[in-house]
């Protein structure tokens, strides 16, 4: 037992370094578009593969080898939006985003949420990090205006020219509002889920941002972050996970799911 | 990390993990074979005869 152990280690580390590789590659592209693709692909590939190896199917494994280099480049292109989210994840490690709001202005912002929610008014918000969302910022108007319950509602008001968009909350200050944020394009089975939150979706899967939002159908409080919803949250609860994101990053524990359709966007 | 978080991080999608571990062993055998295969040596050819 001892002889096989010495002999096959350096085996079962690679194949614990390839598990681990799996896994991960599993937890960012499961519920995506391309994640029905990528499981046909891989079972047909690894099913020839399997084949042509045990058979000796000279001409299969050839074939194969030679047409491995295009399909590098066609899952490449095939999972751009995947690839720019795990990039940007990379980058979004608790060291290097410590930009956090004063807890005084969290509070500034709940009680906004909490009054568009019951005068049934949507709401969008992204909550900047550590990447820079100044080219989302650009595609709205610029406001710098120090966050208070009566600007987010105003600017929320279905009235107004600005509530159609997104706003963005940098360092307890509302820097821009109106802005046009990424539609996330993973399947969600909910038909409740519409646009806002699509767009919620899109901003955490391509920064780390946390997005907050207000349902205009029903004042349903959401937050979404690294692309998973968390649907219909308790004020109470929706200000633990805030803080608990904003103290732990990408550390924070995942929310405890009382029943499976309460986090969309994840299989 | 203490006893509860290992064994809560081991039972968590334990299917997928399983699911992930199979495919690393086939995708490692397939390597392997394949790395056999090229630096397999081949017995020397037999003396070419004279026609």
């Known amino acids: 037992m001892w002889e096989i152990i010495k002999q096959h280690w350096r085996d079962g580390v690679e194949i614990l370094i390839l598990a681990v590789l799996v896994y991960q590659a599993y937890l960012f592209f499961r519920a995506t578009r391309g994640a029905r693709i990528l499981t046909g692909l891989l079972m047909l590939l690894l099913g020839l593969a399997l084949v042509s190896q045990l058979l000796e199917l000279e001409v299969i494994t050839w074939l194969l080898q030679r047409i491995s280099v295009f399909l590098a480049i066609a899952l490449v292109v095939l999972f751009q939006p995947e690839l720019r989210r795990v990039l940007a994840e990379l980058g979004s490690h608790r060291m290097f985003s410590l930009n956090r709001p004063d807890p005084e202005s969290l509070d500034v912002l709940l009680e906004a949420m909490q009054q568009l929610s019951a005068r049934r008014c949507g709401a969008l918000f992204a909550i900047k990090r550590g990447i820079d969302l100044r080219l989302l910022a650009e595609t709205g108007v610029s406001v710098d205006a120090k966050l208070s319950p009566e600007l987010i509602t105003t600017i929320f008001h279905p009235k107004t020219a600005l509530h159609d968009g997104g706003a963005i909350i940098d360092q307890g200050r509302i820097a821009s509002a109106g802005c046009v944020f990424p539609v996330s394009q993973r399947e969600v089975r909910d038909r409740a889920i519409g646009l806002r939150h699509r767009a919620a979706m899109g901003v955490t899967e391509e920064t780390d941002a946390i997005a907050l939002i207000v349902s205009e159908e029903s004042g349903a409080l959401s937050l979404a972050y690294r692309g998973k919803l968390e649907h219909d949250l308790e004020p109470e609860e929706l200000r633990n996970r805030l803080n608990e994101l904003l103290t732990f990053g990408a550390a924070a524990p995942e929310p405890i799911q009382e029943e499976p359709t309460r986090e969309l966007g994840s299989i | ?51």
């Open chain 2, 1 to 51: 990390m203490n006893w509860d978080q290992f064994k809560n991080l081991c039972i968590r999608n334990w299917r997928e993990k399983l699911m992930a571990l199979l495919l690393a062993f086939l995708f490692w055998f397939m390597i392997k074979s394949q790395i056999g295969a090229g630096s397999r040596t081949y017995p020397p050819l037999p003396p070419l005869r004279a026609v």
